[in-house]
C-alpha cells in the first residue's frame, strides 16, 4: 500500500471520526446499548451477563470480563466504536479504488471526506450497536469482492462478515443483502464463489447457535419477536376475552414483559391476530407517509447521487453491460426498503447503512466501466456545495437537539440519584432517560442493584436469578411483595406503570395477603407523567 492511500484509507477516516467526536459528540439513537451495558456491568443483574443470548455472541463474556477488571472505561463504546472504524476502513477502500481511476488526488480526498460527511457521520454521531453489523458485513463483503484473487483479503473480509455476525446475525444478514449486487458487479465470475464461502461460513455458525441453544433462549427468542410484532411494528391487533388476558396485553404494552405467568407465548396465541385489511387501513398509509419523509429528509444526498448515477447509465446505454440485472437490483432495493419500512419498521439505525451500501452498490456497477478522468462544472460544483450545504445545516439541527435531550435525561438521572439514596431500586420507565446518553459516559449506578419492571431486559433469562440474589424468590409477583416489606428499597416508576402496578399486585396477590399500597413521594418538582417519579410502595392492612 503506498503512502498516499494509506493516509487516504487508514488515516482519513480515523482523523474525520475523531473530529466528528470532538466537534459534535456522541449520542446513543436508542436506550438498548445503555441497557445492554447495565446487564454487563451487573447492575441490572445478580452478576455481569456474559450471554446476551440474542446478540454479542462471545462478546459478550469478553466485555463483561473487561468492565469486572477496569470498570472505569466504557469498553462497550470502545469496542463498537473501533469496529465503526474498522468498517470505514473497508468501504473507504473500496472507494478509494473505485474513484482512483477518474479523480485527481486532491479531488479524490474530497470525494471520500464528501462521503464520509453525508453516509457515515450519522453512524458515529448518533450511535445505535445495530449500524456496525450492517456496516461490518457489507464492507467486509465489498472489500473481498473487489480483491476476489487476494486471499488476504477474502479473509479479511470473512472475518469483518464473522464479527458482524457475532454481534447481530440478523443485522449482519441485513448487511450482506444490501451490499451483494455490488459485490457480483466487483467480483464478476468469482462471486458466486466468495457468496458460497460466506454461505457455509455463516451457515455453519448459524446451526451451532441453534443447537446450542437452551429452552429459555428459544422462549426469550419466540416472545422478543412477538412482542416486536405488536409494539414495534403494529402488526398484530388483539383481543383479550378475560380480565388476566387484559393485563397481559396491556403489561406487553408498557415492555413490563417479566412474569411468564402473565406474558407468555400461549397470551399472544389467544389475543393477538394479524389483520390484512386492518393493517392495510391504518398502519400502511401513516408507514409509507413517515417512509417518505425519512428518505426525502435524511438520505437526499445519498438518493441524488444514486439518480446521477441512474442518468449516467441512460445516457450511455452502450457502455454499460448487464443493464437489465442493473436495474432489477435497484428494483430489488427498493423493495427491500419498502419491505422494511412497510412491513417492519426502518428506523435510522437501519436507514443510512442499507442507503449507504445501496449508493456503494450502484457506484461499483457505474465507475468498474473506464472513463475519462472527471472534472466538476462551476454548476456541478454548486450544486454540491449547497447540498453539502442543506445536509450540513440540518445536521447542525440535529445535533442541538441531541445535546439539549442529552443534557435533560442526565440532569433527570442525577436528580433521581440525589433523591432515591437506597441501595435497591426497583424501576420502570428508567431506561427512556438513557436515550442521547454518550456512549463515552455510561451511566453510573454503584452500589445500587436495579430491578427493572418494564423494557426488553425484563425479558432476558438473567432477571429471575436477580429477583432470587435480592428477595429470594424468582417469582416477580412475590418478589415485589417482599421488596414492599423492607425499608430500604426506591420505587422509581411512571405515572402509567405505576396504575398498571397497583392492579397487577392487588390481582397476583393470594387470598388473604394484605394489599399493597402505592402512593407517589412527590419529592421531586414539577413531576412529568412520562418520566420515573418516587413512590411509596409498602404493605398494609386495606383500609
Partial sequence: MTSPKLLRVVLLPALLLGLAGFALGCYYETNDDAAITLLLRGVTAAAPVTDLHLYFHGLAALL????AHVPAVPWYAVLLYALLYAAAVLVFAVLDRL???HLAPGALVGALVLFFGVAWLEHALWFNYVRVPILLAGGGLLFAAQRAERRAALL??????????LIRPSAALLGLLAAAPGALWLARRRALVLLAVVVLVLGAAQLTLTFTRTPAQTTYRALDVLKSNLNDFHLYQTRPRTAPDSLGIRAVQLWALGDSALVNEGLFQRTAYFSGGTFVREQVPAKLAALFSQLARDYFPLLLLNLALYLEVLRNPRRYEGRRRFWLAQAGYLLLIFGLGLGLKFPPRLGLPVVGLWVLSTLSYVLSVPRRPVRLTPLSTLALLLIGALYGFKTGHRVQVLRREQGQNVARLHQLQRAAVEPVWV???LETLFKSWSPFQEPSFA??????LTGWITLDPSQPALRQHLTGTRSLPAALRRLA???HVDWLLTLEAAS???TYLRVSSPAGQPAITIRAAGSLPEPDAALPQRYRVRTELAE
Fill in 64 to 67: 463483561a470480563l473487561l468492565y
Fill in 99 to 101: 474513484l482512483r481511476p
Fill in 156 to 165: 479479511l473480509g470473512l472475518l469483518a462478515i464473522s464479527l458482524a455476525f
Fill in 427 to 429: 424501576v420502570a420507565g
Fill in 447 to 452: 452500589p445500587r442493584s436495579v430491578l427493572s
Fill in 485 to 487: 416489606d423492607r425499608p
Fill in 500 to 502: 398498571w402496578l397497583r
